[in-house]
């Protein structure tokens, strides 16, 4: 923590303080925070909580990324990995394509498969349900992570059947947890600019809702940094703040970077380093009630990832492979990442690296932390 001289200088000393003391910040503070010139300062509050809630821990997972389809009827103007049934570029991925992925991996201790696509006009919830219970034949024990809010909305819509009895049969399939896409910037306004075809943002928080109602643990995401103001970004975090005292059914908050690059948002700007680590900071001091704060290599790149562990963030992700959405969109990252380079990347940032599963335990036995003692020669500094 910076000195409280630094705070007072910038307007921000009841902050600090009630930082400090561990009370919930307003949209107003919020703002300030967001308009502070000096990043340092923020990303110190924010590293502050950050050691509070997990001290010099940060988090990986061994995982395998999914994609079975980008043929979607939303069209989504930011989205570059969708396409129409038919155009250049649509793909589909048969059952048995994606079993024979997860086969190909068998030798890796896979702990959770990601499963996402668009929203298909023709795959019916019996191909998902079916795909399921095939995965957790062929792997028992990992965690199944599939289909954002929107999906779901989808695939109701398509049956004709509740949302929650599209979660209820996925979840009786082997479903252990909803990933966080799809929930963008929840405001009217952007989303009637950039995806009007898409779930609303009260639908997506309604569905998360029913989820953690029927247990089934959630992350959540924030798509910044294309035409939502900061008051909108604010208004964004305060909801899944909201819910999550509703519902305490948040694992983890993904802020993810807007992509620019084929998308078909005018005058695309793209995200700074500087914008990106100040969104992660204010992000993790805003979600007081949401555990965990993943800086996700993919969209950030492995360098900035490991900067953003010190402005607030204590997960890096995992290995991935094979992630399509974000490179699509022109994400210049790795495809994937080995345990060993996580662990480097984790450890080289002065941090101590643990392997964990998708509800963020801990995975037992010797498996990870190889390079934990050059985390802790660096002190309690």
């Known amino acids: 923590m910076l000195p409280s001289s630094v705070y007072e200088e910038l307007g921000l000393g009841s902050i600090r303080e009630k930082v400090l003391a561990g009370e919930r910040l307003s949209l107003e503070e919020g703002l300030r925070l967001f308009e502070c010139p000096d990043l340092l300062a923020v990303g110190a509050l924010a590293h502050h909580v950050r050691t509070r809630l997990h001290g010099w821990t940060t988090y990986y997972v061994v995982n395998q990324h999914i994609n079975y389809s980008n043929i979607c009827v939303n069209g989504c103007r930011f989205c570059a990995f969708s396409r129409r049934k038919g155009q250049p570029g649509a793909f589909e991925l048969t059952v048995d394509q994606i079993l024979e992925k997860v086969r190909e991996r068998l030798h890796d201790p896979i702990t959770e498969i990601h499963i996402v696509g ?142 620019p690059h084929n998308t078909k948002v005018d005058d695309a700007r793209g995200t700074t380093g500087v914008e990106e680590l100040k969104t992660i900071a204010v992000s993790r001091l805003m979600l007081d009630n949401i555990p965990h704060l993943k800086a996700y290599w993919v969209m950030l790149t492995v360098k900035l990832a490991q900067v953003a562990l010190h402005f607030g963030a204590d997960d890096l992700d995992g290995t991935v492979v094979e992630e399509k959405i974000g490179h699509m969109a022109g994400a210049d990252s790795e495809q994937a990442l080995t345990r060993w380079e996580l662990e480097r990347l984790i450890a080289e940032a002065g941090f101590e690296p643990v392997e964990r599963d998708s509800f963020f335990e801990k995975v037992s036995g010797e498996r990870g932390g190889a390079n934990a003692d050059t985390a802790k020669e660096r002190g309690a500094a």
């Open 118 to 259: 668009g929203c298909h006009p023709d795959l019916r919830l019996e191909t998902f349900e079916r795909l399921l219970s095939a995965i957790r034949r062929i792997r028992p024990d990992v965690r199944l992570k599939a289909f954002t809010a929107v999906e779901i909305a989808h695939f109701a819509r398509l049956e004709g059947l509740s949302t929650r009895q599209v979660l209820e049969r996925l979840r009786a399939a082997g479903l252990d947890m909803l990933p966080g896409g799809g929930a963008e910037v929840f405001s009217p306004r952007i989303r009637g600019l950039l995806c009007p075809e898409k779930l609303s943002g009260e639908g997506w928080l309604q569905v998360v809702r029913e989820a953690h109602e029927l247990g089934i643990k959630t992350n959540a995401t924030m798509l910044f940094g294309h035409k939502e103001t900061l008051q909108e970004r604010l208004e964004h975090l305060d909801a899944l703040r909201r819910l999550q005292d509703e519902t305490a059914g948040f694992v983890c908050f993904i802020p993810l970077p807007f992509q």
